[in-house]
C-alpha cells in the first residue's frame, strides 16, 4: 500500500519552511531558508517551487503526496490566494496558490500561519481532545488560531484571528508595525519588547540603568536592547529585567483575558520564539494576572508540544484534513 504525504510549507517574513510528513504527523524530511524578498512579488512563491522540487527529489520513493498546505504570516486574501501587503515583505500582494497550482498537478491549500497552527495543534498537538481551542505565538509578532465549538475561525479574507491587534493600551503610547497604536503587538512581541523597555526606562533613574546587566548585555546602548537580551539578564538575576518582564506578563496577561473573553476556550496553547525559549518567565506571570482581567472562566494555558514546528504540522495536517 502507497503511503499517503503531504507537503507543508510556513511562509514566515524572514524564513521559509517546507516539510513532507505523513498522516500521523510525521516528518520525514524539511529545508529552510531565508525568505527571498529582492526578486518582486512571484519571488516567493518561485522560491517555495524550487524548495518542494528539491524536497520531492530527496524524497522520490516515500509516498503518494496528496497535496500542499500553506501556513503563512499574513494579511490574507484568500480569494486570490496570497498575501495581502504583508508587514514584512515589501510587496502589494504576494501570490502562493495560483504558482503552486500553475505548477504542481497537486491541491493547494492556504491559511494563515496561526490558523494553520491550530489545526495542527487539534490534529498533532495538545488539542486533540478540545473543540474550544486557541493557538497564540509570541514571536517577532503576535497572533492566535481560533477553534469555536468545533469550527476553525477564518474570516472573509482569511484573518479573522489577528489577536495581536487587539487594543491593550487605551492611551496608544507606542506605534504598531501595522500603522496603529495600542496594539498588544506593539508592547510585547519580539520587536515590540525594545520600545516597551525604552519606554519604561524613560521613568528609571539614569545610575539604576547604567548598573543593570541589560546594559551591559547592550554595551550601554539602548538601541541594541532586545527581547533576547532582556530576557537573558532576566534569568542571569538583574533586577531590572526582571522587573519589566513582569510588567510584560502583566500586559500579556490583558491580551489573553481578551482571547478568553472573546472565544471561550477549553486550552490555549503559546508557541512562537519568545514563548518557547523563555517558557517559566512567560507562562507564570500571565497565569498570575490573567484572571484579574478575564470575565470568562480561564482555561489551561500551557506551551504548545508541537515547538517550532507547529505551523509546519498545521500545514500538513491542511493536505488531510482541507475542509476545516
Known sequence: MVKELGIGVDVGGTNIRIA????DGRILARLSEETEKTKGPEGVGNQIIEMIRSLRARETRAGRIRGIGIGSAGPLDLKRGGLMKPTNIPFDFVPLVEPLERTFDLPIYLLNDCGAAVLGERTFGAGKDHENLVYVTLSTGIGGGIYVNGHLLVGKDGNAHEVGHFTIDCEGRLMCGCGKRGHWEAYCSG??????????????????????????????????????TLFDAAKAGDKLSQEIIEKIGVLNAIGFAC????????????????????????????????????????????????????????????????NV
Open 20 to 23: 513532507l510528513g505523513d498522516t
Open 259 to 322: 482571547v478568553v473573553d472573546a472565544y471561550d476556550p477549553s486550552l490555549i496553547t503559546v508557541g512562537g520564539a519568545i514563548a518557547l525559549n523563555n517558557a517559566s518567565m512567560v507562562i507564570e506571570p500571565l497565569r498570575r494576572h490573567v484572571g484579574d482581567h478575564a470575565r470568562n472562566r480561564v482555561p489551561e494555558i500551557e506551551i504548545t508540544p508541537l515547538g517550532i514546528d507547529a505551523v509546519l504540522y498545521g500545514a500538513l495536517a491542511l493536505v488531510f484534513h482541507p
Open 191 to 228: 520587536n515590540g519588547i525594545p520600545n516597551y523597555v525604552r519606554l519604561l526606562l524613560e521613568d528609571k533613574r539614569p545610575a539604576e540603568v547604567r548598573r543593570s546587566l541589560l546594559m551591559k548585555a547592550s554595551e550601554a546602548d539602548l538601541g541594541k536592547v532586545t527581547a533576547k
